[in-house]
């Protein structure tokens, strides 16, 4: 055969360093746009991207030449960049990411789920009110047990050694 047919679809999703909430509203739709352009240069398509403060979730292809962790690197360290060129100069991605595969047959059940993030953990569709119906650490253990990956509590969650401020955030 002297082509390669692939269909692999991959939901991802990975905090804020700290799960710090970094992603205000002034930057959410365009560090989304970001993430979009990044994506697809990298040859994925992109099929839903939501989030909240302290966490993104992506629903993307992976093209059959690359690897998760290439093209999660290059965007996680592109938009990083970005951010901190619009002013979150604090701003970094944790280290880790979680990617599951999707079934094609079942998008729109997922894309549903990424695109009501803020409803999901906050209870409303423009967010960000009172304290978080759900933490990004809960809604974590719960796609990891959804999908039986095996973890151990210890490594899931970086701490903030010092609990430092937010100095130098928006």
Known sequence: MPQSYT????????????????????????LY??????????????FGIGGVLDHVHLVHSLPATKSIAS????????????M???????????????????DYRNMEGIQQYVARQKLHH??????????AKMSFQQEFR????AYGVAYEERWLFEVDPDNTSLEGAP
């Open 7 to 30: 269909r692999i679809i991959v939901h991802t999703t990975f905090s804020t360093k700290y799960r710090k909430p970094w992603i205000l509203p002034r930057w959410e739709q365009d």
């Open 33 to 46: 746009q970001f993430l979009d352009a990044r994506l697809r240069a990298a040859g994925c398509r992109v």
């Open 71 to 82: 093209v999660l690197e290059t965007i996680k360290t592109d938009s990083s960049h970005w």
């Open 84 to 102: 901190k060129k619009q002013g979150c100069t604090v701003f970094y991605w944790q280290n880790g990411y979680a990617s599951f595969s999707v």
């Open 122 to 131: 906050y209870g409303s569709v423009e967010g960000y009110k009172d304290r």
């Open 142 to 145: 719960r796609l990891l047990d």
